[in-house]
């Protein structure tokens, strides 16, 4: 005979038949996989924060476009000429100023249409319970 070899096969097949080595070997693979899901679980959560940041730059982009925007328009000699008209009463040399009166139209009504005087809430209780 061999040495030190049996007829029920080699030493590594012995190993791979022994519960003893199949217990650790299959809590090593649990362990494994809990981390390769803790990691697939952690690259799904990085993935949802970076597309809600992306989108928060592109939101913040527009917003910078629009202020942009805003600021070359109060820059403009456009914008300096209509507010000196409209807060400080200037006018521009051989320019007269027309003031027209505004009658105010409270909301909703027809112009020329009469206006109801607003009754206090005691007379309203009043036309309430008495009908009036």
Known sequence: MA???????????RIRRSKLVLVPFLAILI???????????????????????????ASL???????S?????LKSDEFVDR???EKLNMQKPGE??????????????????SVEKEKANYELWVEYFLGN
């Open 69 to 73: 925007g805003l600021i070359e328009y």
């Open 83 to 85: 507010e000196a008209r």
């Open 96 to 113: 007269k100023v027309v003031l027209v009166a505004k009658q105010e139209i409270q909301q909703g009504q027809v112009e020329g249409a």
């Open 31 to 57: 362990l494994i996989a809990g981390v390769v899901i803790r990691e697939k679980k952690g690259q799904i959560k990085t993935g949802s924060n970076i597309s809600a940041l992306e989108q928060e730059v």
């Open 3 to 13: 040495r030190g070899y049996s007829s029920s096969g080699t030493i590594f097949e």
């Open 61 to 67: 982009k527009s917003n910078n476009s629009e202020l």
